[in-house]
């Protein structure tokens, strides 16, 4: 196994992957999500709880239940982008224990709600940072958005109160001719130090 990445895949991931301004028209499939799904899933989790939930929304009238459901700024994109998937959390992780972490299966800390809504929020979040990772490794540009209305998604899409929104996702190719400027990152002095 190579230990290290070559700068080619650094500037893929980080260094010249912007959020991107626009798409092209090229489809993205469910297989090509599939395909980052295959490859994040591999990354850690607290307890391997793994609780993100990927519900890619491609009819016409989900997606346009979508659109009204996210802000303003961000509805054109969330109408026109190859592939959109709202990201979410399973605050019922727990139950699938006694496969992913049989160790961990039907402990007492599953019924304590307040651990089990952070753990299924904070490993979720931290997955979607794989996710957004891996669909940059496949060349695929990645838009997250929390301009949205979480509140009317869930109720829309996940009535039974068990997956909570975090995000909105477009994904597609990206439009070179569309690129913008990226914002300026803190300096190492500012986020990192050794104590
Ligand atoms: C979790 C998350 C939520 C975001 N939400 C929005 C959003 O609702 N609307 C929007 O226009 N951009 C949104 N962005 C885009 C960020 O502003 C953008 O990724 C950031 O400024 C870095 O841009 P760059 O990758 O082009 O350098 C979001 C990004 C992330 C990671």
């Known amino acids: 196994m190579t230990k290290s990445i070559d700068q080619a895949a650094q500037e893929l991931l980080f260094t010249q992957a912007n959020t991107p301004a626009n798409f092209t028209d090229a489809p993205v499939s469910d297989s090509d999500i599939h395909a980052a799904y295959e490859l994040m899933k591999w990354a850690p989790t607290a307890f391997n709880a793994q ?8 009819s016409p009238d989900n997606r346009a239940a979508l659109v009204e459901r996210v802000m303003e700024g961000n509805q054109t994109r969330v ?14 992780f727990y139950e699938h224990m006694p496969v992913i972490n049989p160790g961990m ?10 651990f089990t809504n952070n753990l299924a929020n904070s490993q979720s ?15 695929l540009g990645v838009y997250p ?3 949205i209305h979480n509140a009317k998604i869930n109720e829309h899409f ?17 439009d070179e001719s ?3 400027p990226r914002n300026p990152r803190h300096e190492i002095e500012t986020a990192v130090k050794s104590i």
């Open 51 to 58: 609780p993100l939930r990927i519900v890619l929304v491609n």
């Open 79 to 92: 109408r026109t982008a190859p592939q959109v998937a709202i990201i979410a959390a399973d605050t019922k």
């Open 105 to 114: 299966a039907g402990v007492p800390l599953w019924q304590n709600s307040e």
């Open 125 to 139: 979040w931290l997955q979607l940072g794989y996710l957004i990772l891996a669909l940059r490794s496949e060349g």
């Open 145 to 147: 958005m929390t301009g």
């Open 158 to 174: 996940f009535a039974d109160g068990v997956l909570q929104t975090l995000a909105v996702v477009a994904i597609g190719h990206i």
């Open 178 to 180: 569309a690129a913008r």
